[in-house]
């Protein structure tokens, strides 16, 4: 990996190929680029049927300039967090980046340098989903200003800060900011590790360490996040553990454990799940399929519900 090619991991949205630190590459060569992708699914639950739903669908437009400056836009369609909510279309990145080894510099709108699996590009996810934590805890997308720094093929270092205010708000309201780090360490070929941290003010303090083995049959992925609020006693925190298997290589068989507790409201809002899945690649990995049965259960004691889900991605 030569330090020439290491970028912020939003630059890997869809251009990436796996881990958004793992695996890096440059900005776009050309002044414009047209690329996205599209996500139907189906799901099964007894009691409640089949549902189609269009998951994700989103379109990106970015490329270079002189200088070292390059951009990107894009823009996303997504279905409602709950069954009764409505799809909708927002704007997703947003950003001018300017690189010239080993340092790089993004300012707009674009994901926080926060959590392996949030990182990772959604169409290279061996899951059709993220874990309930990476959903809920990490800061997601913001706007405001980040620089990184690459260590060669050790690793990289990245430092920003944000509005914390969340996407697509065009203002601070309270002057406070969030500021998001995280460093990574590559010490050997198939290891990648990651440590990172959010501080918003005096309000909150995020933290997380993850870390992936990947080679060419076998990929191990395994992430801890918590948040400690002011004047909340416990912590919300939790976890998932990934282990993957390539039968062939367009066929990976995996198997995901995730738990996600938040004691400070309630025990009922435990989430414990485990995932087993198969994703199928064709078309050089352009279009995926994921098979996923997902056996879940909320609260505690709580009831375990089952899901089958189907999904075809799409990339161009």
């Known amino acids: 990996m030569h330090c020439r090619s290491i970028v912020p991991p939003i630059a890997l949205l869809v251009i990436g190929t796996g881990g958004a630190f793992a695996q890096v590459a440059s900005p776009p060569a050309v002044p414009l680029r047209v690329a996205g992708y599209l996500q139907p699914r189906e799901t099964y639950q007894s009691g409640v049927g089949l549902t189609g739903t269009l998951h994700r669908a989103r379109l990106l437009v970015d490329g270079a300039i002189s200088g070292g400056f390059s951009y990107r836009i894009s823009g996303e369609f997504r279905s409602g967090g709950t069954p009764t909510a409505k799809a909708g279309v927002s704007l997703v990145d947003a950003f001018i980046r300017w690189s010239r080894a080993p340092w790089t510099v993004i300012t707009g709108q674009f994901k926080t340098p926060f959590a392996r699996e949030f990182l990772t590009p959604e169409p290279t996810l061996e899951t059709a989903d993220r874990a309930s934590v990476t959903e809920s805890l990490p800061p997601k997308i913001d706007i405001g200003l980040m620089a990184a720094y690459a260590m060669g ?71 801890y996040i918590g948040q400690h609020r002011t004047g909340v006693g416990s912590d919300d925190y939790g976890w998932y553990g990934l282990a993957a298997y390539h039968v062939r290589p367009s066929v990976l068989v995996l198997v995901k454990q995730e738990d996600f507790l938040r004691p400070a409201i309630a025990t009922a809002r435990r989430d414990l799940a485990t995932t087993l899945g198969t994703t199928l690649d064709f078309s050089e990995s352009r279009v995926r399929l994921y098979l996923d049965y997902v056996s879940r259960k909320v609260g505690s004691p709580g009831v375990r519900r089952g899901v089958v889900l189907t999904e075809l991605q799409l990339r161009f």
Do not use: C
């Open 153 to 223: 093929s050790h690793g990289a270092v990245f430092l920003g800060v944000y509005n914390g205010e969340g996407a697509n708000s065009v203002t601070n309201r309270d002057s406070t900011v969030l500021v998001v780090g995280r460093v990574t360490s590559h010490p050997i070929a198939a290891l990648d590790i990651g440590v990172n941290a959010a501080r918003y003010g005096s309000d909150s303090t995020r933290y997380g360490v993850d870390a992936a083995w990947v080679q060419r049959t076998v990929i191990l992925k395994a992430e």
